[in-house]
């Protein structure tokens, strides 16, 4: 009986627990947006680019200059102008490209699956290598497979990704030829495909399409392997440290002792621990993908958001650069809530600290 009432009290006392935490989250994401919102409407008056040139251009008269400059609204005061812009981007409204002529929006829709695409292809290449090679480092530490995987990640984690980029372009396409060339997908494909997630590999193969899934996979398989080698080298270097940590711990010591098969202590108990913070490290690393394929993008044509913020900015089309690196920002604000989140919810030691 005691038990009873006991449980009905328990889930009252959670509840508010749950609620607070609740708060916590949804203020501290609405003060990190309005954060990021702020710093992007500063680059956007502290970057020495003339926002009414980009408009009117450098041979208006300046009455011209002068009416497009109140039209913008940069004759208000500074704290005034965040006001609007902060307005507009509450409502969705980014603005206009001064480079496309359309809205911001409708641009980055059309060019974010892209990006997208082509980071969630890394990402999956990064964590299937990754986390595999972090866990043979971690049990063969000191040993000459520890040694080769180390050296691997090395460079993949200080060569600079443009020039690795060049480096297999001129390998795989130019020389080899095991891959198509840069841009997404041939023109012959590219009207074929009805319009459907913006994800090619998906839609071609919801569609039965295979001719075009194999074109826009070997488009895409080599700047995904690029970012996926990027990715794997930070992947694995800390699946290695979590995984020693672990494998230090007295739990395994025990197991040993008690006949445990090794490969399940390796691959069952101690990376099933490990893969708490790990799921950190692997949503961070694909929101760095996300936000830094800007040099891929431009090396391999890839008509994503890299390559539209650099047209944009290569034209002073601030409007677009600002709505650009907002949306990165923002998502790798919401990426980073999603792996703290799950971090949470994986670690019962994080819950009651909280």
């Known amino acids: 009986m005691d038990v009873a009432e006991d449980r009905p009290v328990g889930r009252r006392r959670a509840l508010p627990g749950l609620l607070w935490r609740l708060g916590k989250v949804l203020v501290t994401l609405a003060v990190t947006l309005l954060g990021l919102l702020f710093v992007t409407f500063m680059i956007g008056r502290i970057v020495p680019v003339d926002p009414v040139l980009a408009v009117v251009g450098d041979r208006a008269s300046q009455s011209t200059y002068d009416q497009v400059y109140q039209q913008l609204g940069l004759d208000k005061p500074l704290i005034e102008q965040f006001w ?10 980014l603005g206009t490209s001064f480079l496309t002529k359309r809205p911001i929006v ?8 892209a990006t997208l695409e082509l980071s969630t292809f890394g990402i999956i290449i990064g964590t299937l290598l990754g ?3 972090g ?3 971690a049990v063969n530490k000191g040993k000459l497979g520890d040694q080769i995987v180390r050296i691997i990640g090395l460079v993949g984690y ?8 060049l480096l297999g372009m001129l390998i795989f396409y ?4 095991w891959v198509a060339g840069p841009g997404r997908i041939d023109i012959a494909y590219e009207y074929s495909i009805s319009p459907g997630t913006g994800l090619l590999l998906i839609d071609t193969a919801m569609q039965g399409q295979w001719a075009a899934f194999r074109n826009v996979f070997s488009h895409i398989a080599l700047p995904g392997c690029l970012l996926g080698y990027f990715s794997m080298a930070y992947i694995s270097r800390m699946t290695r440290s979590f995984m020693l940590a672990e494998l230090s711990q007295e739990y395994v010591t025990t197991a040993r002792v008690k006949g445990v098969p090794e490969w399940r202590i390796v691959w069952v108990h101690a990376l099933r621990n490990a893969a708490v913070p790990l799921i ?5 690393s694909y929101a760095n993908l996300l936000e830094g394929s800007v040099l891929t993008e431009t090396v391999f044509a890839w008509p994503g958001l890299g390559m539209y913020l650099t ?3 290569q034209n002073a089309d601030m409007n677009a650069v600002l709505g650009g690196t907002l949306v990165i920002g923002a998502t790798f604000v919401l990426l980073n809530l999603v792996s703290d989140l799950l971090y949470s919810l994986l670690d019962p030691r994080v819950r009651r600290s909280r």
């Open 84 to 93: 609007i812009y902060g307005r507009s981007v509450m409502a969705g409204d």
């Open 106 to 113: 409708d641009d980055l829709r059309r060019v974010f699956p």
């Open 311 to 313: 047209n944009s900015l």
């Open 158 to 165: 200080s060569a600079p990704i443009f020039w690795l980029a």
């Open 135 to 137: 866990v043979y480092s």
């Open 174 to 177: 130019a020389r080899l030829g």
């Open 280 to 284: 950190t490290v692997i949503a961070l």
């Open 131 to 133: 986390v595999p090679l």
